[in-house]
């Protein structure tokens, strides 16, 4: 594998590793589980004794990305510390005891005709991901590619390459160790920034495509991209507190929706209130974000009722902010809530807040987003809070996966007939 | 709707119905199920009530494509008969009869964090599907995406226009008659071709693309679509006799395989067979191929047990024949069987002849095709004989619908949470 950043040919570069994933591919989806989580706790083992080393490789990034003048959030997304690796070794060994989606048999039927028919868990086959600066996606995501029986084509992003390349080896070396195919997880070995065009369109040899980063990133994938990807637009969620919500739980799970944290996406973006309850929870909820420094954009009627609240604009109701900004809007009820969301939601994550039974059963058919909950706070959006165990990102999508997207999100189901000489009629 | 081929603005004219099929589709979306049902009974009362209407429609395209100088098999799949109606009719009061899928709720798991976690079928939104000649369609896909709360948008073959239009002014009085939005199923009303350009291009209205007809269609629209796709591209199923097959079972298969239809896509296109079974296995079956007038083409091997067989070149192994013609190959056993097929199948439909328990779980396992079958015949994929119900297709995809496509396979799931004001920690 070339180490140079200069290929002369990307096509032929880029064909021979997707020519060599899908190779890996057929063997790695017939591989036990025994020596898939063998090989999962050997890179765990990798990363924890090249700890220094990796540190070293990291280093190496980091000093060019301070003289690229990278800002100290990216820079602080790209460092790895002796508390990142562990945590690197330990999401490799929790992956391990993650059970095994792949060959597993359900719903055997048996037919009239006397067939019996049911369907096998089977891997995607290769895997490309894309992704920005965080140097742990490349374990995070190889290792669920790997459990799940697929093998993976990374490209992470440039600022990280030393350290990609580092992990990338502990990868390899565990593979070896334990005799899988060492092409099940390459890493790209360039930061030309044309291997990535030329990886969308290796229909021949990739499944799919897991783009994982900014708005510009997903939106260049979607544009070229001539493989079926699964990916993450953004997330604008809504909490809706309906005129028969109680109002402690609204206040709650509106203010955790909020500020658990900012810049992730299933926070609350956009607070729906109920006219008839509007000033009494208004009154708690404004005190409790003021408190916590969030600044509030209101409509019109949320602006006569909390004094210092910024005038909301058309643009707001469709900002993803990741900040500690929230829009409100008073709404006449339900149905002009579910309205709202469905009209400006990312179709991410959605919660209601109601003692009322009915209502709460209409939001749930009604509202077409990945998560709708009730009486819930929208920051529950999560694989591991969903019991998946690990996850590779959240999809906005519809088609495959949508919302959490965990080990089954990485495979199929085939077709299994099972006939002693039967034959159709 | 403008019934005149020539439109001035197709772009324009596509946005609107896209804009108008996603209207519909939320109202769809939340339809109870003994409406759409109704709609589905309703609309077969019509079809038959319509009979000789619609027999006259028919007419005028089968003229036309009669002076156009269609095959006799076009013309021959383009006509309605008194038997082709009833079908329909009886097609649709099956589908009514059918589960409704959508809005079940699986999975409701607590989590340790006290929420209750699961899982609801959804429909996917707006369908658009694209056809060929056969008026039968229309009413199949739009039942089929009517029952999973899909809005549809049909695109069928020019030579058809006058029988689609016919067919779909009964769906829309069906549809007016139980409430249903008429836009839940619209035709295209034009045979201008721009018009499927154009409909490939409306992502920001159209969930998926499932496209029926031949390489020629399914090529076209996986190569301008920026919408995801369920495509069945080609079927070159396989048959492979092993060492340790039942013989009787071995020539029961391989003869339905081939011979029980022809022009479709379950079909066997090629013979596998192991050598230590092929002179006593061939013999028996070349003589009953030869009665039913079936082409064999053979390997080296082949040719010398069967003396009037054909040479089979490379091209032979990677074509779909859909007629009275058979590529023989001999191979070592298994690994030879299984290379071959992950080589040259289209990943369809393959089936293994064998006794032995262990061959029987490899080939399940490591055959990478959407069926795969032990001792039965490929003739078997298909959605009625697995007991989906109905069938609008069969992928040979791996993203989220593989092999036939039922109401299932037309829907998504989203994630459902219950709490009681339950805050993320």
Request: proline content about 2%; charged content about 25%.
């Amino acid at each position: 594998m070339t180490l140079n950043n200069t290929i002369n040919d990307m096509t032929q570069y880029m064909q021979q590793i997707g020519a060599k994933a899908r190779v890996a591919s057929s063997l790695l989806a017939a591989a036990e589980t025994a020596i898939k989580n063998n090989a999962l706790n050997v890179i765990a083992d990798m990363v924890i004794e090249n700890k220094e080393w990796l540190k070293n490789e990291n280093n190496k990034d980091l000093q060019a990305g301070r003289e690229k003048g990278l800002t100290d959030a990216l820079l602080d997304r790209l460092a790895l510390t002796d508390e990142g690796i562990d945590n690197m070794a330990e999401g490799l060994r929790q992956i391990a005891t993650l059970p095994d989606p792949i060959g597993s048999i359900s719903n055997m039927d048996y037919r009239p005709s006397g067939i019996q028919v049911g369907q096998m868990r089977v891997p995607l086959g290769v895997i490309g991901i894309i992704y920005e600066s965080r140097p742990n996606v490349t374990v995070d995501a190889a290792a669920l590619c790997l459990k799940s029986g697929n093998a993976t084509i990374l490209r992470g992003g440039s600022e990280a390459i030393h350290s990609n390349r580092a992990i990338a080896s502990c990868i390899q070396k565990g593979l070896l160790a334990v005799g899988l195919p060492c092409d099940s997880v390459q890493v790209i070995e360039t930061t030309d920034r044309s291997a990535v065009g030329e990886l969308l369109r290796l229909n021949e040899f990739v499944d799919v495509i897991i783009p994982r980063g900014g708005k510009g990133l997903i939106e260049r994938v979607m544009k070229e991209s001539l493989i079926p990807i699964i990916k993450h637009l953004d997330g604008i969620c809504h909490v809706y507190i309906d005129d028969d919500a109680d109002l402690e739980k609204a206040v709650s799970v509106a203010y955790n929706a909020k500020t658990q944290r900012y810049g992730v996406c299933n926070t609350m973006e956009t607070l729906l209130v109920a006219e008839s309850v509007a000033t009494e929870v208004l009154a708690v909820l404004a005190d409790r974000y003021r408190e916590k420094g969030v600044e509030l954009r209101g409509c019109d009627k949320t602006q006569s009722i909390i004094a210092d609240c910024i005038p909301a604009t058309e643009e707001d109701w469709g900002e993803e902010y990741l900040a500690a900004i929230l829009s409100i809007k008073i709404v006449a009820g339900l149905d002009d809530a579910i309205q709202h969301i469905n009209t400006y939601s990312s179709q991410h994550t959605d919660s209601i807040v109601t003692q009322n039974y009915t209502k709460a059963r209409r939001f749930l058919r009604e509202v077409d987003s990945s998560s709708v909950m009730v009486n819930a706070s929208t920051r529950f959006a999560d694989g591991f809070e969903y019991g998946l165990g690990a996850e590779i990102g959240i999809s906005t999508d519809k088609l495959h996966a949508r919302g959490p997207v965990g080990l089954d999100g990485l495979t199929s189901m085939k077709y299994v007939v099972f006939g002693d000489g039967h034959i159709r009629q």
